[in-house]
């Protein structure tokens, strides 16, 4: 009876083992917890890698957004053969919101990256994963449209019309439509653990049409640490710089997820993001070692709310003085976000 049901309906059991062993490839692939972290030079690089993280992050001013550094192709060129002489991965940002002339000039950047084997590319635009694809490029590539990435259905849609690897999650889901949305994803999905959490980006120069407005000469780099404030709440610190592909406002308070890491690996999430965009130098090292150190105990089956605790007062020693931390969405109720 089995083998004329088998018979007949051969290619629904062919797909449905291919399904299955996808599947069991998927929850192996899961099993391994892995951190990206940013850097901000090669020394730093080497610090990381140093601390146990899996990936770095990087990238150069044309393609890349919200970097510590933008990287001259010799320095990218550099740090790829870092990372691979220790076993490592390296993420290379070509997620900028793309125009015309930036399309028209990527081939020869992608070809680059090519060459230096870069292993992963960040990519938001449809433009981007079309070339990747007609030019068969051998990147895996992970989708990033910033904070529009909310749906577990968007995510699979990527994968399947553009064979994405991995995505990279808004920062601003709760929790309770994380762990909804981690029961449909086909791909590992990237949460943001530490770090700086951008809520707007517009191509716009908003900050030099302030200065032209008020007729104000001052910086608009990141390194001028300006800010904007609620107007009822001096205490609020919205940090907003602007650059060539625009102005970018971070929330309120950067994010740090220590104590939620646990929830986090239980439910599937196993791709950890560490940003050190405005934590610099050796402290980003320092946090970075003590996420390397929560995941190794979480592997280990050791970790407990007792040490979460611990590591996470160790984050604050280390942070920056003027920047507070909490858990972002969190632990919002998802009906209150709209």
Known sequence: MLQKCYNNNKSFFLSLVFACKEKNWYNEKMNKITITATAESIDQAKALL????????????????????NFTHDELSELA???????????????????????????????????????????????????????????????????????????????????????????????????????????PAEILVYGASVIHHSKRPLLQNYYNFTHIDDEKSRERDLFLAEPGDASSHYSIYEDKHGTHIFANNDLDL???????????????????????????????RLFVQARDLIEKGEFNSSQAFLLDERIRDYHPVNRQLDTGFYEYDPDLVK
Do not use: C
């Open 258 to 288: 220590m104590t939620k890491l646990d929830e986090l690996e239980v439910h599937g999430f196993k791709n950890w993001k560490l940003d050190g965009l405005y934590t610099p130098g050796q402290n980003f090292v320092e946090i970075s």
């Open 81 to 187: 053969q870092l990372v691979h002489s220790r076993g490592k991965k390296l993420t290379v940002a070509v997620n900028a919101l793309m125009h015309q002339d930036m399309m028209d000039n990527i081939k020869p950047y992608l070809d680059f990256l090519a060459e230096i084997k870069a292993d992963y590319i960040t990519v938001g635009d449809a433009g981007v994963f079309y070339v990747l694809k007609r030019d068969g490029y051998p990147f895996k590539t992970i989708y990033d449209a910033s904070t529009m990435v909310t749906s577990g259905r968007q995510i699979n849609f990527w994968a399947e019309k553009a064979g994405v690897s991995e995505a990279v999650l808004a920062r601003e889901i709760p929790s309770q439509e994380l762990f909804t949305l981690a029961e449909v994803v086909t791909i």
């Open 50 to 69: 140093d601390s146990g993280v899996d990936r770095i992050y990087v990238g150069e001013a044309n393609y890349g957004l919200r970097l510590p550094k």
